[in-house]
């Protein structure tokens, strides 16, 4: 039965030096097409001008011919063999080996092909990608020039309101500036919502890991909003579990940040009832702890579809949301954000004309080394360094240095103001002074320019702690300054207390 395959796949014949078939010597295939006594040239034309060519007893190979056999063409390989008298013919059948040659080569060309538009496509997408980097840069970029060009006048704004409300006025006029703190504050978190949303985006955003006192926190929550929602149909309600630890590690800023941005959300979509905000424990061991924060509302309620979008950034779920609450959308998308960077989790379940719930689980590491330095802070406070000091002040807004002129007099420092880093350079190599700050962006000769010019006032301000004053307060910013010799960073705006706190540590440090 093998045999029998074999032969199918093969003839061996032989003819005269005329062509014409002498013998079937062996073999199956295309048997009916050759004939005794006619021309091997009726199945193979091929031969025609090859045979008489031929040289004596040596081997000939024709690859890659093509038989008519029944109607259907096959691919051949001949083997010939010319001697005196007669040619011996030996064909094989290998249609089978060149079909799958030939879908190999075609395989082949096609890897080639294909390996040819990807390197394309990624010399393409190595272009886009370097365009979208740069697109990033830029907008990082354009982003803290923004935010240092916002938050200039916005520490005027908060910085005048807060030296108006040491005057004495009347009760309304203290209303007024209450109201106008609170919209100072809320374009403060509009600014770092922007920015934040950026830094996340870019991969840039670093959390602190630092001990936080969860109850102080909703303290604190409670007091931001005593006074600022009082004309409101709501009723404010928070609730901090006694099983929790009293101290945790993370980041206390973006914990507030996170809970006012819910609680803000709720207060926008309640007219008229209650806004809850609940802290409770899930799991606790020696060294972590699990931690739930909920915020309630019993406003108007969402649809499933519109609590699956919630968190998507400029998301408005009705088409004049952002008319009637006037947000920018950015809130639950940061909210969401950051929570993930907490390795939290975030949900929301909600019910129309019931209300809303946005549930957040937080891990948090827990460590015994914690103490409460309370008594050292208020021993740090109580004693004023600032008095009495020398400290120059280099800042190109008027009235920035107008603020800060006001509490240095407070505080009964003495002080020098200049508008620019050229005059504070020349104020340096002049006189020695306790403390130097300095705005970043100015003319002539900005904050960082001068700074790292420190063989012009080596001599007078060597040991002097020099601090910046800036709008670009992330944490890669401020990591900036601190490598290229800033002692340490005032970030607008700042209230006084803040202010005068910085100089303190500052000048405490040098005694």
């Given at each position: 039965?093998?045999?029998?395959?074999?032969?199918?796949?093969?003839?061996?014949?032989?003819?005269?030096?005329?062509?014409?078939?002498?013998?079937?010597?062996?073999?199956?295939?295309?048997?009916?097409?050759?004939?005794?006594?006619?021309?091997?040239?009726?199945?193979?034309?091929?031969?025609?001008?090859?045979?008489?060519?031929?040289?004596?007893?040596?081997?000939?190979?024709?690859?890659?011919?093509?038989?008519?056999?029944?109607?259907?063409?096959?691919?051949?390989?001949?083997?010939?063999?010319?001697?005196?008298?007669?040619?011996?013919?030996?064909?094989?059948?290998?249609?089978?080996?060149?079909?799958?040659a030939s879908q190999l080569n075609q395989n082949r060309n096609d890897l080639f092909f294909l390996k040819r538009e990807l390197n394309e496509k990624n010399i393409e997408l190595d272009k886009l990608r370097k365009i979208a980097d740069k697109a990033n840069e830029e907008k990082s970029r354009f982003l803290a020039m923004m935010s240092h060009e916002v938050?200039?006048?916005?520490?005027?704004?908060?910085?005048?309101?807060?030296?108006?409300?040491?005057?004495?006025?009347?009760?309304?006029?203290?209303?007024?500036?209450?109201?106008?703190?609170?919209?100072?504050?809320?374009?403060?978190?509009?600014?770092?919502?922007?920015?934040?949303?950026?830094?996340?985006?870019?991969?840039?955003?670093?959390?602190?890991?630092?001990?936080?006192?969860?109850?102080?926190?909703?303290?604190?929550?409670?007091?931001?909003?005593?006074?600022?929602?009082?004309?409101?149909?709501?009723?404010?309600?928070?609730?901090?579990?006694?099983?929790?630890?009293?101290?945790?590690?993370?980041?206390?800023?973006?914990?507030?940040?996170?809970?006012?941005?819910?609680?803000?959300?709720?207060?926008?979509?309640?007219?008229?009832?209650?806004?809850?905000?609940?802290?409770?424990?899930?799991?606790?061991?020696?060294?972590?702890?699990?931690?739930?924060?909920?915020?309630?509302?019993?406003?108007?309620?969402?649809?499933?579809?519109?609590?699956?979008?919630?968190?998507?950034?400029?998301?408005?779920?009705?088409?004049?949301?952002?008319?009637?609450?006037?947000?920018?959308?950015?809130?639950?998308?940061?909210?969401?954000?950051?929570?993930?960077?907490?390795?939290?989790?975030?949900?929301?379940?909600?019910?129309?004309?019931?209300?809303?719930?946005?549930?957040?689980?937080?891990?948090?590491?827990?460590?015994?080394?914690?103490?409460?330095?309370?008594?050292?802070?208020?021993?740090?406070?109580?004693?004023?360094?600032?008095?009495?000091?020398?400290?120059?002040?280099?800042?190109?807004?008027?009235?920035?240095?107008?603020?800060?002129?006001?509490?240095?007099?407070?505080?009964?420092?003495?002080?020098?103001?200049?508008?620019?880093?050229?005059?504070?350079?020349?104020?340096?190599?002049?006189?020695?002074?306790?403390?130097?700050?300095?705005?970043?962006?100015?003319?002539?000769?900005?904050?960082?320019?001068?700074?790292?010019?420190?063989?012009?006032?080596?001599?007078?301000?060597?040991?002097?702690?020099?601090?910046?004053?800036?709008?670009?307060?992330?944490?890669?910013?401020?990591?900036?300054?601190?490598?290229?010799?800033?002692?340490?960073?005032?970030?607008?705006?700042?209230?006084?207390?803040?202010?005068?706190?910085?100089?303190?540590?500052?000048?405490?440090?040098?005694?």
């Amino acid at each position: 039965m093998t045999i029998s395959k074999i032969e199918h796949f093969f003839i061996e014949v032989t003819t005269n030096h005329a062509a014409v078939v002498t013998k079937i010597v062996s073999g199956k295939f295309a048997f009916n097409e050759f004939e005794l006594h006619q021309s091997i040239y009726a199945v193979c034309p091929f031969l025609e001008g090859t045979l008489e060519a031929l040289k004596i007893n040596d081997p000939f190979l024709m690859e890659a011919m093509v038989v008519v056999s029944d109607n259907k063409e096959y691919n051949v390989d001949v083997e010939l063999l010319k001697s005196d008298k007669e040619v011996f013919v030996l064909i094989h059948n290998r249609t089978n080996v060149y079909k799958y040659a030939s879908q190999l080569n075609q395989n082949r060309n096609d890897l080639f092909f294909l390996k040819r538009e990807l390197n394309e496509k990624n010399i393409e997408l190595d272009k886009l990608r370097k365009i979208a980097d740069k697109a990033n840069e830029e907008k990082s970029r354009f982003l803290a020039m923004m935010s240092h060009e916002v938050r200039n006048p916005l520490n005027v704004i908060l910085g005048y309101t807060e030296l108006i409300n040491e005057e004495e006025v009347s009760k309304k006029v203290k209303e007024h500036l209450k109201y106008l703190t609170i919209s100072g504050k809320n374009l403060k978190v509009i600014v770092d919502d922007i920015l934040d949303l950026s830094r996340v985006e870019a991969g840039k955003l670093q959390l602190s890991n630092s001990p936080i006192e969860l109850i102080a926190i909703i303290e604190q929550l409670k007091n931001n909003y005593k006074s600022s929602h009082r004309d409101l149909d709501i009723n404010l309600m928070f609730s901090c579990s006694k099983k929790l630890p009293k101290f945790v590690l993370g980041d206390d800023v973006r914990l507030l940040q996170i809970l006012t941005n819910l609680i803000n959300n709720s207060i926008k979509f309640t007219q008229k009832g209650t806004v809850s905000t609940f802290v409770d424990l899930i799991s606790l061991d020696k060294k972590n702890v699990k931690i739930s924060f909920k915020v309630t509302d019993t406003g108007r309620g969402m649809t499933k579809s519109q609590a699956a979008s919630v968190f998507e950034e400029y998301q408005q779920n009705e088409l004049d949301d952002n008319r009637i609450h006037k947000g920018a959308g950015l809130g639950l998308a940061i909210v969401k954000r950051l929570v993930s960077a907490m390795n939290g989790t975030i949900s929301v379940t909600s019910k129309i004309d019931v209300g809303t719930t946005f549930q957040i689980d937080i891990p948090f590491q827990i460590d015994d080394s914690i103490f409460d330095e309370e008594n050292l802070s208020e021993e740090i406070i109580e004693k004023n360094y600032i008095v009495g000091s020398k400290i120059l002040v280099a800042d190109d807004n008027f009235l920035n240095r107008t603020i800060v002129a006001h509490i240095l007099k407070k505080e009964k420092a003495n002080y020098t103001l200049v508008k620019d880093g050229l005059e504070a350079l020349l104020e340096m190599q002049k006189e020695t002074f306790d403390l130097v700050l300095l705005d970043i962006n100015m003319p002539n000769l900005s904050g960082e320019d001068l700074i790292k010019q420190k063989l012009a006032y080596q001599k007078s301000n060597s040991k002097t702690p020099i601090l910046a004053l800036t709008g670009n307060s992330s944490v890669q910013d401020i990591k900036g300054y601190l490598k290229i010799g800033f002692k340490d960073v005032i970030p607008k705006p700042f209230t006084s207390v803040q202010f005068v706190s910085l100089l303190n540590k500052n000048l405490s440090s040098k005694v």
